[in-house]
């Protein structure tokens, strides 16, 4: 690492996430970004089931920095993502599901859509594996929209690229008294504070 600021954190906020977890980080390895553009906050919430351990090992093979911190359970999803938000640098912030994965250019084409249309928040296509995702925002690529002309209102989930001056100007974080819904309620937020919103349609974000 140069020192210099990675354009995108992801935070990955695992609790007993075996096997799920070994896709995961292998499609953060095999992001198309440089990887000295890239940071991982990894977050094990009192993981039993080897999880930490195998962050750990990732943090040392991994083509990107990894920070690797490791708590008592905190009960839910949003304590994790907010520990781990508290530490990212990059200009912008990417939320992962540790069972979930990225496509691999997933990074690479959402950091370029929001730096080319100077929006706060980018939504990659979603792709249901074993389960139906949202469709209706996936009709075209959009450089700018917001909450109020398209159908992105239909996607809460917090599996989106976020401007982090964004989050940090509005002091957002996640709700840890909430245990389902917290996503929606920030991402929300996000949608209406926004300075403009875009959709990548035309390839696979996040499955």
């Not at 990675?6 to 499609?27: N, Q, T």
């Not at 594996?129 to 909450?147: L, Q």
Request: aromatic letters at 8%.
């Amino acid at each position: 690492m140069t020192g210099a600021q990675p354009d995108v954190s992801v935070i990955i906020g695992a609790y007993e996430a075996m096997p799920y977890l070994i896709e995961c980080l292998s499609s953060v390895e095999a992001q198309t970004i440089d990887p000295e553009r890239v940071e991982v906050i990894a977050v094990d919430d009192g993981s039993t089931d080897g999880t930490g351990d195998y962050l750990e090992e990732f943090a040392v093979r991994a083509p990107m920095p990894v920070l690797v911190i490791r708590q008592e359970n905190s009960g839910g999803p949003s304590g994790p993502r907010n520990v781990g938000l508290g530490k990212a640098t990059g200009r912008y912030v990417f939320f992962l599901d540790a069972d979930d994965r990225l496509g691999p250019e997933a990074l690479e084409r959402m950091v370029a859509m929001a730096d080319r249309a100077g929006t706060d928040v980018v939504l990659g296509k979603v792709e249901g594996v074993n389960r139906s995702a949202p469709k209706s925002m996936w009709g075209a690529t959009v450089e700018r929209t917001d909450v109020f002309s398209s159908p992105i209102k239909f996607t809460l989930s917090a599996q989106k690229l976020f401007r982090r001056a964004l989050l940090d100007r509005h002091g957002m974080r996640f709700d840890e008294s909430l245990f389902t819904g917290e996503d929606a309620l920030f991402t929300m937020e996000a949608y209406l504070r926004a300075d403009g919103v875009s959709v990548v349609a035309d390839r696979t974000c996040y499955y």
